[in-house]
């Protein structure tokens, strides 16, 4: 199913963004999230390159799509015991979140 994608404002009244233990900034949560909520779109311009903020998706057969991330969700960090992993683009809760918990994803590779 594919959810129309959340507005930075709505964003912002979901998580926000703060010093992280793991590394660097982090993405916390502002509500509860129940597994397999939808929590948003990693959005912004599409790139070629690999960089710091750039997802990059298998769209079919090894054709792959990054974004360089300019929302709140840029600030996911990694964790071998994730909170939410993305389908394409769009990010879902692979488990209960709490408010204030950071949300992680795992990276799939060593990052």
């Given at each position: ?19 992280s ?69 769009e ?21």
């Open positions: 199913m594919v959810m129309s994608m959340l507005s930075d404002e709505q964003l912002h009244q979901l998580f926000y963004k703060k010093v233990s793991i590394h660097g900034s982090g993405l916390y949560a502002r509500d509860k999230f129940r597994q397999g909520d939808y929590m948003g779109e990693y959005d912004g311009p599409v790139v070629s390159e690999n960089g710091s903020h750039v997802l990059w998706v298998e769209k079919y057969d090894d054709v792959w799509v990054g974004r360089d991330g300019k929302n709140l969700l840029r600030y996911i960090n990694h964790s071998s015991e994730p909170h939410a992993e993305f389908v394409g683009f990010l879902y809760a692979v488990r209960g979140i709490k408010i204030d918990e950071e949300i992680t994803i795992d990276y799939g590779e060593a990052p």
